[in-house]
């Protein structure tokens, strides 16, 4: 359909915890259900845009017309954004990327030894995707990261999106029970930059798949203004 709003558009999306193991049996995770960047890529696909949705371990079921693809860690996430990156105009990143990793994965199971009551892991830390990409020299897409914050929620949105050199990002206050983590409705602030002015603006409290439809029109717009300058 000639008339959809995302038609031609290439959006990669990121969705989903990463998962870090520790040994065969054990990993270090959060409790990401995926569900905000899913609907992302639902509605992305139905305004007409060719979707990739690069997610981590969900229980979610692939919406229709988006190309999914399966990863595990953070350091497979990057490798699968960054090989669609030249066929990427716009990357959303929602997932919920594990700050640090185990500095080596042992081999076999860990054994806990008799009398132990300790134990240390040493971690390190993982690449940022939504920085590297955004900061990249060669085929940068344009950018728009999440914030999930407890306090100055629009305040430190902005310093992320001003840190990571982002064209937009979507702030949401994590404190708040009613939305976020696990459900199926979100409040979120949009942030943006548009020639060195920051503008917000607050959306109601929606269904993921509703406000996702709205925050997608406003990222195309933004993004077909950059593209004439
Ligand atoms: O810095 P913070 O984790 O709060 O930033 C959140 C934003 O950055 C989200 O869009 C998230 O998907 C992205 N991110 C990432 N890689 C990381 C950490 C965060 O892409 N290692």
């Not at 270090?28 to 007409?48: D, I, P, R, T």
Request: hydrophobic letters at 40%; aromatic letters at 6%.
């Amino acid at each position: 359909n000639a008339e959809l709003p995302g038609r031609g558009l290439k959006i990669t999306l990121t969705a989903g915890p990463t998962q870090e193991p520790l040994d065969p049996v054990r990993y270090l995770s959060n409790h990401s259900s995926g569900k905000m960047g899913f609907a992302l890529a639902q509605a992305a696909a139905e305004l007409g845009a060719k979707v990739h949705l690069i997610a981590g371990p969900v229980q979610l079921s692939t919406p229709p017309g988006v190309q999914r693809v399966d990863v595990v860690t953070a350091q497979e996430m990057l490798e699968s954004c960054q090989q669609l990156q030249a066929q990427t105009d716009i990357f959303i990143a929602c997932a919920a990327v594990a700050d640090y990793r185990v500095e080596s994965i042992a081999d076999q199971k860990i054994k806990k030894q008799p009398g132990q009551q300790e134990m240390l892991l040493k971690l390190v830390e993982n690449p940022d995707i939504l920085a590297t990409l955004a900061t990249s020299q060669s085929s940068r897409p344009f950018c728009v990261g999440f914030a999930a914050e407890t306090q100055a929620v629009e305040d430190y949105a902005r310093r992320k999106l001003e840190k990571k050199n982002l064209d937009a990002i979507i702030a949401n206050d994590v404190s708040d029970t009613r939305i976020g983590f696990g459900s199926d409705h979100n409040q979120v602030t949009f942030i943006y930059r548009e020639k060195g002015e920051f503008y917000q603006e607050a959306l109601p409290l929606a269904s993921k798949i509703d406000l996702s439809r709205q925050l997608l029109l406003k990222i195309f717009k933004l993004y077909s203004k950059q593209d004439l300058t």
